[in-house]
């Protein structure tokens, strides 16, 4: 113990200026949000080429798992194609409803958290892949999250999972449409907000995303209602979501490059402006 009193007294200079050091550059990087943009981006860099080493370990330990699952894949594609009269003529499916394969980005989950508030995904795919923050991440079962910052060849996703999400949701067989968001309770569901209550809806309707986004297109699977909360204050319900998408055991997502987006940004913005 004496020892250590020591040293800290030897070196109190180095460790005040250490210590001045750090919280000067804290504050800096959270006031502005060019310098902190840049410290995620390296952070990502540099995090990103470790979260991949260590998920492809973990891939190869659930090999079996994956097999598993490629091989119902396999059966049910087979099964649509027996039912198609002239196989000669298959029709190419897009992988993404209403979105062209070009317009696809298929990356890869190497990183997932889901046990706080604010989650984040890394994906293995970056800036050099065409990458840009605000591109809709998806995967077969429905949404996964938002891209928000890259690196040259990774990015970050705010999940679904995160109370910082909001995406325009609609009930499947109307126009009725909210506002989805998390409450930071459970993994398997999320909630749906200011829906009216002209909205004629029961137990198992499926909900999906809403024409109003930018981000998503119409239509991409959500989940089902699980729970239905009416508030008697306004005229609005609370749905309780069940995804269908396992929010805990991701692997290859599409990220969605929407030409459209900015056309209609702009197009809003002057409308504001006159």
């Given amino acids: 113990m004496q020892q250590i009193f020591n040293f800290i007294f030897k070196n109190s200079n180095r460790i005040l200026f250490l210590l001045l050091l750090s919280i000067s550059l804290a504050l800096t990087v959270q006031s502005h949000s060019f310098h902190r943009s840049k410290i995620i981006s390296s952070a990502n860099f540099l995090s990103g080429g470790v979260y991949e080493k260590l998920n492809n370990f973990d891939e190869y330990l659930n090999l079996k798992t994956e097999n598993e699952a490629l091989a119902q894949e396999n059966a049910l594609l087979r099964n649509a194609l027996f039912k198609i009269e002239d196989t000669a003529t298959v029709k190419q499916i897009d992988s993404v409803k209403g979105v062209k394969p070009t317009d696809i980005i298929v990356s890869k989950v190497i990183r997932n958290s889901y046990n706080v508030y604010e989650n984040y995904l890394t994906l293995n795919s970056g800036a050099i892949d065409g990458v840009k923050p605000d591109m809709g991440v998806v995967n077969s079962l429905g949404i996964v999250g ?44 999320v909630q749906l907000t200011d829906l009216p209550r002209l909205a004629m809806i029961k137990i198992g309707d499926t909900i999906v995303t809403g024409g109003q986004s930018v981000i998503f297109p119409e239509n991409i699977n959500i989940g089902t209602i699980s729970k239905i909360y009416r508030d008697t204050k306004t005229n609005f319900y609370t749905l309780r979501v069940k995804l269908f998408n396992d929010m805990t055991n991701l692997g290859h997502v599409y990220i969605i490059k929407r030409k459209d987006r900015q056309e209609i940004i702009n197009l809003e913005k002057r409308e504001k402006d006159e």
Avoid at 158 to 187: M, P, V
């Fill in 146 to 189: 938002i891209i928000e910052n890259t690196s040259t060849n990774y990015s970050t996703v705010i999940s679904i999972l995160n109370k910082r999400s909001q995406i325009n949701a609609k009930i499947k067989k109307s126009n009725h449409f909210g506002s989805l968001n998390w409450d930071g309770k459970s993994t398997g569901f």
